[in-house]
């Protein structure tokens, strides 16, 4: 592969770049965007992966596929000067750019389409691999691709990768008839595998942090598509169409963040099997204004060193809960700082870990008991989807009247449980989304603070200085809020 040899992107400053979309979810994008990903890397190239929209463990698989961190781009979270300026910055340096869009090509927040995997590619110009299911269908395959041609004009198509293809007849006759009626090339075909590579479960892909062998996966897939996929073909096509690429305006002044106020206060980040959704943008933010970041394992940890703050991401805590239960000196110490006010933010799996228990596959694990509630996981998420929680009082990190925009995904259902602590309240109402019952969102308790939404800290770029001047006001009073970021 001649083509995926050069490092054409560095030296013409044009860079290669090309996103993966298809009909709709399910239809088989991270596996197809993972064996590109990995096949081009293997080939000694420079990969810089993102994701359309919210998503974690995607995001996860690409990172591990490329060597590179994969950053999400989120046209409802985010404005698109955002958008635009993240995509700049991580993708500069590297040969190609690979975005996995999400769900249809074409399906966003409204009938019009706002803020889907189009109007993205359409933004930032970048051309499209559309993915096709082939399950039980032929002819009718050329019909649904030169419907998606002409439904948004100005959409940029490089062609079409087949998917769970039977036969080579299948192939055969699903290639004649797009490349007759549509005049898109067929770039390749993924045969219908006989068993998943990458094995789900509730909340999608299992984690690549979970993963036994990641690494021999990845290779397999890269092996099927290497096999089935003409990736140089893919890339000269793309790269005939690579724009010319400026400078990225920089970290600080993507995020808005121009001083260092917060300079050493530690900040502990509770990262293991259990807790591993961090968006690697919040962690730069929380850097970026000074603080020191202190990892933890909630799972193996015996103690928690000196900190002022504490930051629990979501996670799995309900497939970990026995191992989370019997670490009985992390969950003491805990629950011995919260008495104590140490400020914590906790995020979905983070809010589960600081109840009281959780019912996971007819047992219950004893959690933290910091919070008056008992989780209930169930078969079908309880949330799902963007969020948006308007506070109706003052909490540690945001003040009555702030507004926030986030996601969930979750199966677990709080119970609340008899409590006449009045320290422990609820601080949001639910604008958009389900939190905790449709109604009500962000539980407070001394200076913890605790949500099923998930913030992105270039979606709400307030979020990680309001989280340090909650932290700050226990531990260092004497830094003020001197104007903003």
């Not at 206060?265 to 730069?284: C, K, S």
């Not at 990190?397 to 009045?422: N, R, T, W």
Request: glycine share 10%; net charge positive.
């Amino acid at each position: 592969m001649t083509i995926l040899s050069g490092k054409t992107g560095r030296k013409s400053r044009r860079l290669t770049v090309f996103a993966i979309a298809a009909l709709s979810g399910g239809s088989g994008k991270t596996i197809t965007s993972l064996g590109i990903a990995r096949t081009l890397r293997q080939n000694g190239l420079e990969i810089a992966c993102f994701k359309k929209g919210p998503d974690y463990i995607d995001a996860a698989w690409l990172s591990a596929a490329s060597g590179r961190p994969c950053y999400n781009l989120d046209p409802f979270l985010m404005d698109n000067e955002t958008v635009k300026g993240s995509f700049a910055i991580r993708s500069q340096g590297c040969d190609v750019a690979i975005v996995e869009g999400n769900r249809g090509v074409f399906d966003g927040m409204d009938v019009e389409g706002t803020s889907s995997t189009s109007r993205l590619c359409a933004s930032l110009q970048i051309p499209v691999v559309l993915l096709v299911d082939c399950t039980k269908t032929t002819r009718t395959v050329a019909a649904m691709v030169q419907g998606c041609i002409g439904f948004e004009p100005g959409l940029d198509f490089l062609g079409v990768v087949l998917n769970r293809v039977g036969s080579e007849r299948h192939v055969r006759v699903v290639t004649k008839a797009i490349e007759t009626y549509t005049g898109l090339p067929v770039l390749g075909f993924i045969p219908r595998l006989k068993r998943d590579p990458l094995p789900m479960r509730h909340l999608g892909l299992t984690p690549a942090d979970e993963f036994s062998s990641p690494s021999q996966a990845l290779d397999k897939l890269a092996d099927v598509v290497k096999k089935n996929v003409n990736v140089e073909k893919i890339v000269s096509l793309a790269c005939k169409r690579a724009k010319r690429q400026g400078i990225g305006q920089g970290l600080n002044a993507l995020f808005g963040i121009y001083d260092r106020r917060f300079s050493g206060l530690r900040i502990g980040i509770v990262r293991d099997a259990a807790f591993q959704f961090y968006y690697p943008e919040n962690l730069e933010a929380l850097e970026l204004l000074g603080a020191r970041l202190i990892f933890l394992n909630a799972l193996s940890d015996k103690s928690i060193p000196e900190i002022d703050g504490m930051y629990i991401g979501g996670g799995f805590p309900e497939t970990q809960a026995s191992r989370l239960e019997k670490n009985l000196s992390f969950r003491s110490r805990l629950l011995q700082l919260i008495d104590q006010g140490l400020p914590i933010y906790a995020e979905c799996g983070g809010l589960m870990y600081l109840g009281r228990d959780i019912n996971w596959q007819g047992r219950k694990f004893r959690m933290s008991g910091a919070l008056p509630i008992h989780f209930e996981m169930k078969r079908k998420p309880a949330g799902h989807g963007y969020t948006t929680l308007e506070f109706f009082m003052d909490s540690p990190f945001y003040k009555e009247g702030a507004v926030i925009k986030g996601h969930e995904f979750h199966y677990s259902k709080p119970v609340m449980l008899p409590c006449q602590d009045i320290n422990h309240v609820f601080a949001c109402k639910v604008i958009r989304g389900n939190g905790f019952d449709g109604i009500l969102e962000g539980f407070v308790t001394q200076n913890t603070f605790s949500t099923y939404t998930h913030l992105h800290a270039l979606g709400q770029k307030e979020w990680a200085r309001t989280f340090l001047e909650g932290v700050a006001n226990v531990k260092r009073p004497e830094i003020k809020s001197k104007g903003s970021m």
